[in-house]
Each structure stands twice: as C-alpha cells, then as structure tokens.
C-alpha cells in the first residue's frame, strides 16, 4: 500500500512538473539575442524557454559530473579500505593458526612430562 502510495504521489508530481513546463514554454516564446561580444558579431536569436532549459540541463550535466567523480573517488578509497582489511583478516588467521600450535605444543609437552613423572615413566605393565 505504501509503495502503491508513493508511486502514485511520485506521477502526480512529475505530471504537474511537465505541464508547468509546457505552460512555461507557450508563455514564453519570444525571442532573445544570444551573443559571444568578444569574438565578433557571433550571435543566434533563440526562444526564451530554451535559453532557460539548456540552462537547466548544462547546470545538471555538470552536476551530475562532480558527483560522479567524488562518487569514484569513495568507491576508490572504499577498495583500499577491503584491500588492508583482507590482509588484515589473512594476518588474523595466520596468528590464530600459529597461537593453536603453540597451544597445542605446549599441551603434549605438559601431557609428556606428566606422563614421565609417573611410576614407570607412564607405561603399564
């Protein structure tokens, strides 16, 4: 029901969006002057609303341009972050491996020389 909801809340407004744009653009149809002063007389006469719509979508591109690199730029420190805790997880292993043995080492060495302490150094006969 919810998703139902938001759905529909999400088509009511980018249909209100688009006819506000389409109202927008019927009303502004006059044309303007667009012109590059400094290098001669480079200039085009366009309709208002596209002015503002490449404007729009310009600022967008660019936008979305600077968000993707700073996005490329976590995911490249979050790889970094993976690498060293793999490493660090390999680390953790070998030690725990090696502090088994020791343990396990220490243990028959213990057993042994219990073993040995006995009458007739442990052996049944």
């Known amino acids: 029901m919810a998703q139902s909801l938001g759905s529909l809340i999400r088509r009511i407004f980018?249909?209100?969006?688009?006819?506000?744009?389409?109202?927008?653009?019927?009303?502004?149809?006059?044309?303007?002057?667009?012109?590059?002063?400094?290098?001669?007389a480079l200039s085009v006469s366009v309709p208002l609303y596209l002015v503002l719509f490449l404007g729009?979508?310009?600022?967008?591109?660019?936008?979305?341009?600077?968000?993707?690199?700073?996005?490329l730029k976590g995911f490249a420190r979050r790889r970094k972050a993976e690498r060293r805790a793999g490493y660090?997880?390999?680390?953790?292993?070998?030690?725990?491996?090696d502090v088994h043995k020791a343990h396990a080492r220490s243990a028959h060495e213990t057993v042994r020389s219990a073993t040995e302490a006995l009458p007739n150094g442990g052996k049944q006969g």
């Open 56 to 71: 729009i979508f310009v600022g967008l591109l660019i936008a979305g341009g600077v968000t993707g690199w700073l996005r």
């Open 88 to 97: 660090l997880e390999d680390q953790v292993s070998a030690l725990s491996e």
């Open 14 to 40: 980018w249909f209100a969006l688009a006819l506000l744009l389409i109202l927008f653009s019927v009303s502004n149809r006059q044309h303007v002057v667009l012109a590059l002063e400094p290098f001669g």
